[in-house]
């Protein structure tokens, strides 16, 4: 047990004092040097449920995001939450969330998640992911973009809701 015990004062020390990873999770990348934080799916968990629509149909009734802390450094990171209702037919449904980030009008990172089993009924759903701040991301304003687009049987992809956030990166 002592082995354990110095390994993991040794991974808490490097971390603090330069960014360096701890012991590596399934869902976690390095970059730059610094923690990233873990997957970038999130799992969408239904608060409430809603009434259905004809099958084929579908309707976003809300779609917010935000950023918590607003404030970030360099290997840190932020929490994007992400609140959606909306009310569906029945049927097999994609769901594709194409996350985009920007600095100075400049896309900087994207991120595409299939998110259509996670939401198979209507309802209130939530889901929250954790957004690393690489270690040379340069000082700055941000914004996320979030488009989920959805496509019935083989049909042509169709835009039904876009949400965005800024936040700030810190020297």
């Known amino acids: 047990m002592p082995h354990w015990r110095t390994l993991g004062a ?11 990873p701890l012991p590596h999770h399934p869902h976690e990348a390095s ?46 990171s932020l929490v994007l939450t992400k609140d959606l209702a909306l009310q569906r037919g029945a049927g097999p449904l994609h769901i ?14 994207n991120h595409r998640a299939f998110i259509g089993h996670e939401i ?4 209130v759903y939530e889901a929250r992911v954790t957004l690393p701040i690489p270690g040379p991301a340069p000082p700055g304003r941000y914004e996320v973009v979030s488009l989920l687009y959805a496509r019935w049987g083989l049909g042509s992809p169709t835009l039904i809701a876009r949400a965005k956030a800024r936040f700030t990166v810190a020297p």
Do not use: M, N
């Not at 040794?10 to 360096?20: D, E, N, P, Y």
């Not at 594709?96 to 990172?109: M, N, P």
């Not at 198979?120 to 309802?123: E, I, V």
């Open 96 to 109: 594709v969330e194409i996350r985009d980030f920007y600095t100075h009008g400049k896309l900087v990172a």
């Open 120 to 123: 198979a009924t209507s309802g």
């Open 10 to 20: 040794t991974s808490l020390v490097l971390a603090a004092i330069g960014c360096v």
């Open 31 to 76: 970059a730059a040097g610094c923690r990233v934080g873990t997957a970038w799916s999130t799992a969408y968990a239904r608060l409430r449920i809603l009434g259905t629509l004809a099958p084929g149909e579908i309707q976003v009734l809300h779609y917010q995001l935000s950023v918590r802390p607003r404030r970030g450094r360099p290997c840190g």
